[in-house]
Structures are given as C-alpha cells and as structure tokens.
C-alpha cells in the first residue's frame, strides 16, 4: 500500500518511562521506519511469543508463528487504525488468528500422514497402522521424521507434506519410481516403530 509523502497525524504522546507509546510506533512502522520497527519488535515480540506458544503447545512452532506475525506488523502496519483499538490489540489478534491457522495445518498434515501410512504399511502392520491413526499428534510426527535418513525424509515430505505422487516424487528426486516407493514404505515402517517406542 502506498503512503502518502506527508501523512497528517496527531502528536506522539510518550509512556510514563518515556518510550513511544506502540500505537505511534506502529504508525512509524507504516511510513517505514526501521528504527521504530526495531522498538516496537522489542515490545511484541514477547507477547507475541507467549501467546503462540500458548495455542500451539510447540515451542518451534510457536517462533514460526511469531516470526510470521513479526513480518505481517512491519508490511501491514498501515492498516492498523488508532480508532478501532490499542496497537497490541491488533497485534495480539493478528497472532491469536495466525498461531489457530497453524494448529489446524498441522492436524491436517497429521491426519494426511496418518491416512497415508494405513495405506502403505503393509497387512501385518494393520493392528499398529490403527493404533498410529488414534494416537499421533504432530509434535509426535516431527519428532519421529528427524528419526529418518535423509533420502526418506525427503521423500516421505515430498509425498505428504507436499501431496506429491509417488511418480512425481520419482521425478523430483531423480529416481526410478520403485526406489521412490521403497524409500516412502521404509519411512513409514520406521515412522511406525518410533511411534510406537515412544508411545
């Protein structure tokens, strides 16, 4: 959005220790200027932080959603509107929305991984394929793909993370279409067995 070269605006009106108060920091933000970005970030991030992790129960996926959030503040700081609420109202509700969105992708990668898994483990493993479908959560699933060789974990994120096919991952990877099968069905036997020692 563009600004205007001499936006009109009231007068900062400082805290009780002197900062800016973050509704003018905010509006800094949206003409541009990093060093209002660099002391707004000090006060937010935190929060922002916090209250990710308290919806996302991960702490990594909690610093993704902060950094998102971080990035949304500095390129939409020019929506904010002063008359509408507090700039950490509109902060914390932008983090609020952005860390649900990332527990509900998660639980779709969770149950895409899942389902998959039923389909591919074979009729042996059908009795722990069902016990997977029941108790997998996703800290539980990226925990147990750092558990993987590289060339599996590449394929089985291509395949799931990714929705490619089993030919497309193939081709991606430059690899015969049986070694790509083999490479996603040996990820997923040893998904299986991590789960199930963790469990």
Known sequence: MDLPSEPTRSPHVAEPDGEMRPEDLLLEVA????AAFEQLYTRIAGPIFGLALRVV???DLAQDVAQEVLGEVWRLAARFDPARGTAMGWILTMAHRRAVDRVRREEVRTATITKEAATWV???HDVV???MERQWDAALVRRALGTLTPTQREAIELAY???YTHQQVSTVL???LGTAKTRIRDGLIRLRDVVGVEK
């Open 31 to 34: 003409r541009g200027s990093d």
């Open 57 to 59: 129960r991960d702490h």
């Open 122 to 124: 074979t009729t042996d």
């Open 129 to 131: 394929v069902d016990q």
């Open 161 to 163: 993370y990714r929705g």
């Open 174 to 176: 430059d690899i015969p």
